[in-house]
Nanobody, 122 residues
Framework: QVHLVASGGGSVQAGGSLRLSCAGIGYIDNLDCMGWIRQAPGAEREEVARIDSTGTTTYADSVKGRFTISKDNFKNTPSLQMNSLKPEDTGMYYC????????????????WGQGTQVTVSS
């Protein structure tokens, strides 16, 4: 079993930056695919970034060039550096992971953190 805890959210003005972190407890050594998913009020969940065990990253078009996902090789959990934040980036951000390899299409992550709120004001 794996337990994830996301942190680092907060309130910033447009153009600001935040760094989200994800702590893991349990069988995290064999986690392969990791990602960050966000959900705005009244909207569907959106996967914003993912990273696999080789370090290959994938980003949603809406965040390319502004967000960077990375993996702490010691902790084997993902972080998300968010720059040039926009009001439309507002939402609850969840870290997620799976022992399975990342696929090409949508990933149904097995393990989810509890979410951390990001609010961007104009």
């Amino acid at each position: 079993q794996v337990h994830l805890v996301a942190s680092g959210g907060g309130s910033v003005q447009a153009g600001g930056s935040l760094r989200l972190s994800c702590a893991g407890i349990g069988y995290i050594d064999n986690l392969d695919c990791m990602g960050w998913i966000r959900q705005a009020p009244g909207a569907e969940r959106e996967e914003v970034a993912r990273i696999d065990s080789t370090g290959t990253t994938t980003y949603a078009d809406s965040v390319k060039g502004r967000f960077t996902i990375s993996k702490d090789n010691f902790k084997n959990t993902p972080s998300l550096q968010m720059n040039s934040l926009k009001p439309e980036d507002t939402g609850m951000y969840y870290c997620a992971a799976d022992h399975l390899r990342c696929g090409i299409g949508p990933m149904e992550f097995r393990y989810w953190g509890q979410g951390t709120q990001v609010t961007v004001s104009s």
